[in-house]
């Protein structure tokens, strides 16, 4: 297949996309979403100035840039694309056991000064504090695929006047989620992830979930109350499984240990159980989970198997990040700030969910990575190789212009789309 055909393919990809968004938004919303995602993918780039060339539009840039700076203020733009992408998420990839990882970031600004309700964060990179804003991202998975579908992706300042706490901001993003999937799927969250209001709003819903816990956790275990690490040198391993992560690096195998104890949360009557894991580091990884119903070795094991998706998790947020220049954000008002996040969630969730997982499978998306023409191939997480080609068929496809976006039917399987769009 031409590159030229391959560009126009994925140019209908894009329209049949915007689709989704026509029952919620007006036509001139629409519009904008197109301009802006085009812009973004030809660009990989969140600045205006870099979007608006990415369009070639003939007009001057400034122009451009004014139009799309004034649309980005639009209220509810957020709250509509995070609706959307999580209803259609919720039809086509949330199953019964998919994981839904929440993962709060952070986007540092290194240089900037003026930008609104900059605001002291730990840079997870670095490990430092510094300038810039909070963030939380959701990604469903599979255990067993190597699928990311991106669900959310907010950001916030404990500056800004609406700002009431992170717990709200975390809870924000998981209601929004069950709002359209309901009880299905199993919340995952790292440290940090078992505070009493996050655990009381996942039982009350009622939500299944594996969180990480930290060492002084309390629970409580035949009828006594416990700090979670002094539970753990009790538990008994009784099961054991090695397991290999390819790094950039090299390949680490981890010999592991793992176990559980039956426990409850303080003040509450739910069983839950408390799954300990030996072999990743000096300490014990403590995962408390209502999923396991027995203390059998496939029941925890999927726990365990569960909790290391977070590694594949890591990789996305970090092509979300360097795909997009995500941290080179330089709007000067908040609404357009939490707006652009919206947009780069429509932009990945094109990319990763869209467009198809399967590099071997979808034609489209095999003929979009050859595109890319990267000097490695196709990586394992090969959503970089995607997002390269698409930005190289925009730049030669020349100036967008969106011809219609009529409303995707419900039943729209994405992956279907790759074969018949001409």
């Known amino acids: 297949m031409k590159d030229t055909q391959i560009a126009f393919k994925t140019r209908a990809q894009l329209e049949q ?4 968004f026509s029952p919620r938004f007006s036509k001139p919303a629409v519009k904008f979403l197109g301009d802006m995602l085009y812009g973004l993918q030809a660009a990989k780039d969140v600045k205006l100035s870099c979007i608006g060339r990415g369009l070639a539009e003939d007009i001057a840039l400034k122009k451009t840039e004014e139009r799309l700076s004034n649309n980005l203020k639009r209220e ?3 709250e509509g694309v995070f609706q959307t992408i999580a209803q259609h998420a919720a ?10 990882v929440i993962d709060p970031s952070d986007i540092r600004k290194y240089y900037a000064e003026k930008m609104p309700y900059l605001a002291k964060i730990r840079d997870g990179s670095e490990k430092e504090l510094g300038n810039g804003y909070w963030a939380c991202a959701a990604i469903a998975c599979e255990r067993a695929s190597h ?3 991106p669900l959310h992706l907010r950001l916030w300042s404990q500056n800004a006047p609406d700002f009431t706490s992170e717990n709200d901001e975390i809870l924000a993003v998981i209601h929004a989620i069950r709002a359209e999937a309901g009880t299905r799927g199993i919340y995952m969250l790292d440290r940090g992830g ?3 209001i996050l655990l009381d709003t996942l039982l009350d819903n009622p939500l299944r979930f594996i969180i990480r816990l930290v060492g002084d956790r309390h629970l409580v275990w035949r009828g006594k109350t416990l700090a979670a690490e002094d539970l753990a040198a009790r538990c008994p391993m009784r099961y054991k499984e090695v397991i290999h992560r390819e790094t950039e ?3 680490k195998v981890y010999e592991l240990e793992y176990g559980a104890m039956e426990v409850t949360l303080p003040k509450r009557a739910e069983a839950l159980r408390l799954v300990v894991v030996r072999g990743f580091g000096e300490k014990p990884l403590m995962l408390l989970t209502n999923t396991a119903q027995t203390d059998s070795r496939k029941s925890l094991w999927q726990v365990v198997e569960g909790y290391m998706t977070r590694w594949r998790v890591e990789d996305a947020i970090r092509f979300i990040k360097q795909s997009y220049r995500l941290e080179d954000i330089r709007l000067m008002e908040y609404t357009r700030l939490k707006n652009m996040m919206a947009v780069v969630l429509a932009a990945v969730y094109f990319v990763a969910a869209w467009l198809g997982e399967g590099v071997r499978q979808a034609i489209l998306v095999r003929n979009i990575t050859r595109v890319s023409k990267r000097l490695f191939g196709v990586p394992d997480f090969h959503y970089y190789a995607l997002a390269d080609g698409l930005s190289r068929l925009f730049v030669r496809c020349g100036r967008w ?3 219609q976006a009529r409303a995707a039917p419900p039943d729209a399987h994405p992956e279907l789309n790759l074969y018949d769009s001409g």
């Open 17 to 20: 996309f915007l689709g989704i």
């Open 76 to 78: 509810g733009l957020a």
């Open 91 to 100: 039809q086509h990839h949330i199953q019964n056991d998919t994981l839904l």
């Open 147 to 149: 699928r990311l579908v």
């Open 194 to 196: 078992d505070r009493g």
């Open 249 to 251: 690096e090299s390949q």
């Open 401 to 403: 212009c969106l011809r």
